[in-house]
Structure formats: structure tokens, C-alpha cells
């Protein structure tokens, strides 16, 4: 959820995407989302957050300030 923070909160989404390259992520993150077992007390769309800020690592970096 940091790099959500970093790509829409602070609007840097080369932090965003150089956090996510760190994680090493699997390239199908959130693929099951249905066994995912992270539930946020508030409501707030965990797997939804994922899938849409996980796309930041797909850009080139030149295309990102």
C-alpha cells in the first residue's frame, strides 16, 4: 500500500514503481484474488489497490519523473 500512497497520494510514481521492482513481486500478483486472506477493517479495496498500482512496474522508467 505504499506504493499506492507514493502514486496517487504523493504523486511520484517512481518511487511507486522503484518500491514495487524491490518486492520482486510474482507477475501474476492478485491472480486468486478469492484466496486472498487480507481483509481491511475499514473497507478499503486491498486486492483492487494491488492490481491497479502493480501496473506502475510495466512503464519504463524514462516515462516516469
Do not use: H
Amino acid at each position: 500500500m505504499r506504493a499506492y500512497m507514493y502514486l496517487y497520494g504523493y504523486r511520484n510514481p517512481g518511487a511507486a514503481r522503484e518500491l514495487i521492482t524491490s518486492l520482486r513481486l510474482p507477475a501474476n500478483v492478485c491472480g486468486d484474488c478469492g484466496a486472498c486472506a487480507v481483509q481491511c477493517v475499514s473497507g478499503f479495496p486491498v486486492s483492487s489497490r494491488i492490481k491497479d498500482v502493480i501496473r506502475v512496474r510495466e512503464v519504463p522508467p524514462e516515462f516516469l519523473v
